[in-house]
């Protein structure tokens, strides 16, 4: 990129495609079509429901027209084109290997950003195209300001939110009909969801209050927070799909780990308020981080190779950010080693070392220990990640029945009786000597059980 | 510019070696014929030369440089021209080539005089705001390569390039291609169609089950194609097996192929024996062929 303001080629690429796109073209001409319609329908409803004598006194009928708008534009913006761009993605994207983008001088990064920002635009075109009608909601009242502004804004971070889960889906190396099928049934879902979380942020004068900014500002931190989450979502989302992504030359897990590395930092101020919460999504991010890099073929490139820096220290600190399985598992072992050991050491109070370090030894230790003496036994593949998984489920299973039971949905009795428990384990310590044991006693199984496969008769090649 | 692929090896899942201990080199000016059965890894060495692959082991230099090292080397260098042809269909041929160009880091009236540049050498003018979905086989081929050509790279890589195309569309790509070793570009080129690598190609690199093949072996002999106005076809067989320049003769559709030593003077002598025995040809052509020859000679058509 000589010019760094010049917009993405790839997102120029996409916009043009978008224009020339029979499907985007008829939506966006009938859409606003659909929204007068049905807008005079809510406001025929409404005024045939109120008295004109009520009308005259300020009770406005603006919450109809304003709901009806809310959810047809969180169809189309949160499901509708979400879908398409992900359906587009998914199709564009070459299972085979990297596609010619990856010949020129973009970077992966560029490619998915280009993406994310072209559906960006077309959300906010679809969402501005509904500005105009939830002015006009406001303006038979009983619809507050903030509604007005703050319904589309909310609408569009969903709708971004959406699409960046999808392109997950999409960046994945798996086979197109799995990717659709996954696809289809994430929008599925949501699509049960989308319009009551749409008519409970538009008709809810609790969410974002009746009252005047001045007087209640309080809703401007919430605001902000959902802000900074959606901003970490869609750079937690570039660099993953970056990584998927990316040609085999590319050093691609360290771009990822880095942003993950910072997001952790950066959300740690957040413990403060709720360490619990905090430790509990960065265990199971943690989790999520060590199974995908227990499946990944990757190795580190050798064009990555020339920066690795010279001096001992560097290599330390530089080696968990470096693109392969076992940089992979050491990084999340790192991440889950800091949030559990914080949650360990505050739940406990800071005064029973071998919780701690129990704790530390189921939760990383384990997986890290077995999954180095599977890769030395030359165990294939298969079971190799089939071990980590089952590692993996068994640490965020514990992870989120323990969060459970601090909510009180379950009965923390039942959670206590786990051999592998940090929150319970002050009265089990035997416990988890054993369920240590017992894991890698089973991982034993499984290299013996390979030693076996790999012991066979020698036969000559033909 | 010289490039030079070194011991290059690439195993895929199951230990399936694609490339085994390739090595070959090329330089500018050159048009190097890559020939092979299908599954020989001819596309896994060209993607490993464009970057979309990595070797397992071995290396890739250009002007000594290696592109393990330092893949936007070949970025610059490189214009791949894949087997596949472009499937953007909603896309006209000015948007396509104007995507690839800023993605190489062109802008401006760069990007424009390198777009009408390429438009212009691979007769793109006139489809220039056709959309690709409008366009032949023929025409995507060209779009494919002016893709190719539109940074300007020095070593330009076609994979399958003649692939279902009529035969009107092939005369025209081999035109472009020796247009471009004329320009002095490097150029590896892969196909089927052995007779029409044989008419453009400098040199050739022949490989099975991913090892190149020795091409060492010299037909110390050629074929000739006989027609006569003349009934009686197992007579003049008879005849022409009796003849000394003669090695080898069969029936041949409606006329012959004989076999007879390489050089001028063998097929002087057997144009005398001929006349001498009172058969006049009407038809009396050298078969092209060498490459076809030592394809078949070399490989043995197994799948890697």
Request: with cysteine; proline share 5%.
């Amino acid at each position: 990129m000589k010019n760094p303001f010049s917009l993405n080629p790839v997102a120029l690429r996409e916009l043009r495609q978008l224009v020339r796109s029979r499907v985007i073209t008829w939506s966006f001409a009938l859409y606003p079509a659909i929204l007068f319609g049905f807008t005079m329908l809510a406001v025929a409803t409404a005024m045939g429901k109120r008295s004109a004598e009520d009308i005259a006194f300020g009770s406005g009928i603006g919450e109809g027209p304003f709901t009806m708008v809310a959810v047809i534009t969180g169809i189309v913006a949160c499901l509708g084109i979400p879908f398409y761009a992900a359906m587009k993605a998914i199709l564009d994207t070459n299972r085979n290997g990297p596609g010619l983008e990856f010949t020129t001088a973009l970077t992966p990064a560029n490619i998915v950003g280009g993406r994310l920002v072209s559906t960006a635009i077309l959300i906010a075109s679809a969402v501005a195209t509904a500005m105009p009608f939830f002015i006009f909601a406001y303006l038979l009242r009983g619809i507050t300001l903030e509604q007005v502004f703050l319904t589309p804004l909310a609408l569009f971070g969903y709708a971004i939110a959406m699409f960046s889960l999808s392109l997950v889906i999409a960046c994945r190396p798996v086979a197109v009909p799995l990717r659709v099928i996954m696809t289809v049934g994430l929008f599925f879902a949501m699509t049960f969801v989308v319009p009551g979380i749409v008519t409970a942020v538009s008709v809810s004068h609790r969410h974002f209050g009746g009252a005047a900014p001045v007087e209640e500002p309080s809703y401007i931190a919430s605001i902000l927070g959902y802000a900074a989450i959606l901003a970490a979502l869609v750079l937690f989302v570039r660099a993953f799909c970056a990584s998927q992504l990316a040609p085999r030359y590319v050093d691609a897990d360290r771009p990822f780990r880095r942003v993950v590395f910072a997001l952790f930092v950066v959300s740690a101020p957040a413990a403060i308020w709720s360490y619990r919460a905090w430790c509990i999504a960065w265990v199971v991010i943690g989790g999520i981080l060590m199974l995908t890099s227990s499946l990944t073929s990757r190795e580190i490139p050798r064009a990555a190779k020339s920066n690795v820096p010279r001096n001992l220290f560097g290599r330390l600190f530089s080696f968990p950010f470096a693109t392969g399985a076992v940089p992979g598992m050491l990084f999340a072992a790192i991440i889950i080693a800091v949030a559990g050991g914080t949650y360990s050491a505050l739940e406990t109070g800071n005064d029973h070392s071998l919780i701690l370090w129990a704790d530390l030894a189921e939760l990383t230790c384990v997986p890290v220990i077995a999954g180095a003496i599977l890769r030395s036994r030359k165990c294939d593949d298969r079971r190799f990640r089939l071990v980590t998984a089952l590692f993996i489920a068994y640490i965020i299973a514990v992870s989120i029945l323990s969060f459970m039971a601090e909510i009180d949905a379950i009965e923390e009795d039942l959670v206590a009786m786990l051999p592998c428990n940090f929150a319970g384990v002050a009265e089990k310590p035997a416990a988890h000597l054993t369920s240590y044991g017992l894991l890698l006693l089973f991982s034993l199984c499984v290299i013996v059980i390979s030693s076996v496969r790999a012991f066979r008769t020698y036969r000559r090649p033909k | 510019m010289k490039v030079e692929l070194l011991h290059l090896t690439r195993v895929f899942q199951r230990g399936f070696k694609a490339v085994d201990d390739l090595s070959f080199s090329f330089t500018s000016g050159e048009v190097v014929g890559f020939v092979g059965p299908n599954g020989a890894g001819k596309t896994t060495t060209m993607r490993m030369l464009a970057t979309l692959d990595v070797p397992d082991s071995g290396d890739i230099l250009i002007d000594g440089k290696s592109i393990l090292d330092d893949p936007s080397l070949a970025h610059r260098a490189v214009g791949f021209m894949p087997d596949d042809l472009p499937n953007r269909s909603d896309t006209t041929v000015d948007e396509y080539l104007d995507f690839f160009g800023r993605a190489y880091g062109l802008r401006g009236k760069e990007l424009a005089d390198a777009i009408n540049g390429v438009e212009d050498f691979t007769g793109l003018v006139s489809f220039r705001d056709k959309t690709l979905r409008e366009l032949s086989k023929g025409m995507k081929q060209r779009v494919s390569l002016a893709r190719a050509l539109v940074h300007d790279p020095q070593v330009i890589v076609m994979d399958e390039p003649a692939n279902g195309l009529d035969p009107r569309a092939r005369i025209e790509l081999r035109e472009l291609v020796r247009a471009l070793a004329e320009q002095g570009k490097a150029i590896l080129i892969s196909s089927h169609i052995l007779s029409e690598l044989e008419e453009m190609c400098t040199t050739s690199v022949i490989i099975e089950r991913g090892r190149r093949l020795s091409t060492d072996f010299k037909d110390e002999t050629a074929w000739i194609r006989l027609k006569f106005n003349s009934e009686g076809g197992e007579a003049i067989l008879a005849k022409l097996l009796e003849m000394p320049s003669v090695k080898e003769a069969e029936l041949s559709g409606a006329g012959f192929r004989v076999r007879i030593d390489a050089g001028d003077d063998a097929a002087e002598s057997l144009a005398k024996e001929l006349f001498a025995k009172g058969l006049v040809p009407i038809h009396f052509t050298s078969e092209a062929g060498r490459l076809e020859d030592v394809f078949m000679h070399v490989t043995k058509g197994a799948l890697a």
